[in-house]
């Protein structure tokens, strides 16, 4: 069991030994902040970008839910601690589905979420590519996305039958296809669009992409 990580000099750090309970009924105002082994890391600030593809992920994943399996959509500041020897992330979106629902608590995901998703900020490179990558197979999650504006790229991974990572490639025509979310396929390419879709736009994507092929 994990009780001791070195946090990287380049964290900010709001407060030391606090215990993850105290931590999810203290009150940190605008900080976004998340647990690690009794640190309370700051998160910085999002970028406009950052908080657009957060914003255009919840509307498309609560509509998709909505048309398929049901579940929940969480976002940041709602905290998941995968397992009690890792740390208490707080991820951008992170989908809880059905038969897991049992995990959501008042103040936490107290489990895996079935998908979860990163989006890259310039000081969460480190973070979102290697340690909450290495938390999130050993804490079980299913599936994660960590989307990079910085370098505008996605990387998708899947859980194997061995509980390891593998990276997924969208199709020939660029599609990704999620393995938690059946039928969910996906441009990667349209995070980089000038405007992501909103409202209706993201309905009728859904519906379009439940659609049974003739």
């Known amino acids: 069991m994990e009780t001791t ?5 380049h964290e900010v750090i709001v407060a030391r030994d606090m215990s ?47 048309l398929t399996t049901g579940g ?3 976002h940041d500041p709602m905290v998941m601690h995968s397992r009690p020897d890792l740390p208490g992330r707080a991820p951008d979106v992170q989908v809880v589905l059905p038969e897991n629902v049992h995990i959501i608590g008042e103040n936490d995901v107290a489990g895996p979420a079935d998908l979860v998703v990163e989006v890259v900020s ?17 804490g079980g999650v299913k599936e994660y996305w960590v989307i990079d ?8 991974y899947q859980r194997n ?6 990276t997924i490639q969208p199709d020939e025509q660029g599609v990704y296809h999620s393995k938690v979310l ?29 659609k049974p092929s003739s």
Not at 5 to 9: A, E, F, G, K, V
């Open 161 to 166: 039958a061995h509980g390891i990572f593998e």
């Open 149 to 156: 504006p910085l370098e505008r790229e996605i990387i998708f």
């Open 5 to 9: 990580r070195i946090i990287p000099l």
């Open 20 to 66: 993850y309970e105290i931590f999810l009924h203290t009150n940190f105002g605008e900080k976004r902040v998340e647990w690690v082994n009794g640190v309370v890391i700051d998160m910085g600030s999002v970028t406009k970008i950052h908080n657009a593809i957060t914003r255009f992920l919840i509307a498309f994943f609560e509509d998709f839910l909505s």
């Open 182 to 210: 059946m039928g969910l396929s996906i441009p990667a390419d349209l995070f980089w669009r000038d405007t992501l879709p909103r409202g209706v736009e993201i309905t009728e994507m859904v519906k379009g992409m439940l």
């Open 72 to 74: 929940e959509v969480f």
């Open 122 to 138: 310039p000081e969460s490179i480190q973070r979102d590519h290697v340690d909450k990558r290495r938390e999130y197979q050993k």
